[in-house]
């Protein structure tokens, strides 16, 4: 008898924007379960988000500036960063529109540099 088990495929990481806040699906915040609080970033010439989690003790160090560090609200099947003047900086940057309705994008998870990735070009 040769089996083949059955192997559900890991679900795409999705990185959603909306006015005020951007959200996190189940499998991306797999990667912010123990983050304190988050960086933001912005790669321009190459369209991206980078999200970049801070643990307790990154977090209280004063290397970096508060200014620079956001909350973020990690629930059993998502999580979300609510930074209204980042979202209005993205839409402005990348001619994003978000007042209709929310643009969801494909997100990856850099492991060298244990940050996540959004790429603005791979809208889902």
């Known amino acids: 008898m040769e089996i083949t088990w059955f192997n559900e495929k890991p679900k795409d990481c999705i990185v959603t924007l ?11 915040t797999t990667f912010f379960e ?5 960086m933001l970033g912005i790669e321009k ?5 980078i999200i970049k989690p ?12 508060e200014s620079n560090k956001y909350k973020i609200t990690v629930r059993s099947s998502y999580g979300r960063v ?4 980042f979202v209005e900086e ?3 940057l990348f001619k994003i529109r978000l007042d209709t309705v929310a643009k969801k ?3 990856t998870w850099d492991h060298k540099n244990e940050l996540m ?3 603005l070009k791979e809208e889902v």
């Open 18 to 28: 909306a006015p005020g806040n951007i959200t996190l699906n189940k499998p991306a």
């Open 34 to 38: 123990s983050a304190y609080s988050v």
């Open 45 to 49: 010439a190459k369209q991206l988000i």
């Open 54 to 65: 801070l643990s307790k003790a990154d977090a209280m160090k004063h290397d970096i500036p």
């Open 82 to 85: 609510t930074n209204k003047a």
């Open 90 to 92: 993205l839409s402005e």
């Open 105 to 107: 994008y494909k997100a």
């Open 117 to 119: 990735v959004v790429d």
